[in-house]
């Protein structure tokens, strides 16, 4: 089985970092998953994550210990139309794909 | 390129009614997923498709939910008899293969009272 833990909420100000934890407690592990997810709307791909260590896409990081299993996401310059949920996912070993998404983090961004 | 496409977008019915949601996938992608979005949490796996064939529903409560895509292509996921604990946003996502990054339609908003 699996168990993920994201903080349920929280709040930052524009132009700020924040820094949004994923621990996961899996049977097998392939990769993670980062899903972003405005109100009412689908979840979109926001990034993938192998390899131990931090991947920088443009205003967006995301960060990976297998060995910790620990993963977080690194939005800097926040903007308000970054205000959704953010959701991680842990990829279970080849063979059998299937996402679990932890609960979500809403993220309020404020003037 | 076309997103995935999902209908309806709001279902409103009583319970006991039934209910179906039509997914069509982006145009390649072999792999289709059927999700339930419950408020507050995030989408859980129904089932999920590789082609025509079932790969994945062990999540798929079958007393009542049951899902088909015949033609490897468009999906229909059908809920018969409705419980008010369905009430949920039913997410369809495909992606080109398994382990392949998984792209979402808008979501069907299913209400039961």
């Known amino acids: 089985g699996q168990n993920i833990d994201q903080p349920t909420e929280m709040t930052a100000t524009e132009g700020a970092i924040v820094q949004i934890n994923c621990t996961y407690q899996?049977?097998?592990?392939?990769?993670l998953f980062w899903y972003q997810q405005h109100a009412g709307e689908a979840p979109t791909f926001l990034s993938y994550n192998v390899l131990d260590g931090l991947e920088e896409k443009g205003r967006f990081s995301s960060f990976l210990s297998r060995s910790k299993g620990y993963s977080y996401l690194l939005l800097k310059e926040l903007q308000m139309k970054d205000s959704a949920s953010y959701l991680c996912?842990?990829?279970?070993?080849?063979?059998?794909?299937?996402?679990?998404f932890g609960k979500g983090t809403k993220l309020s961004v404020i003037p | 390129e076309a997103g995935v496409a999902q209908s309806p977008r709001y279902k409103i019915i009583e319970k006991r009614q039934s209910v179906a949601f039509w997914c069509n996938p982006i145009?390649?992608?072999?792999?289709l997923y059927w999700y339930q979005q419950i408020l507050g949490q995030g989408p859980k796996l129904l089932i999920q498709f590789q082609n025509n064939g079932v790969v994945d529903d062990s999540q798929l409560p079958k007393d009542r939910f049951s899902a088909e895509r015949l033609k490897g292509v468009d999906s229909t996921l059908k809920i018969q008899p409705a419980k008010l604990e369905d009430s949920a946003v039913y997410l369809c996502?495909?992606?080109?293969?398994?382990?392949?990054?998984?792209?979402f339609g808008p979501g069907t908003r299913l209400l039961v009272l």
């Open positions: 899996t049977s097998g592990f392939n990769g």
């Open positions: 996502a495909s992606s080109t293969g398994g382990g392949e990054t998984q792209y």
């Open positions: 996912a842990p990829e279970p070993p080849t063979g059998s794909y299937q996402l679990t």
């Open positions: 145009s390649g992608h072999a792999t």
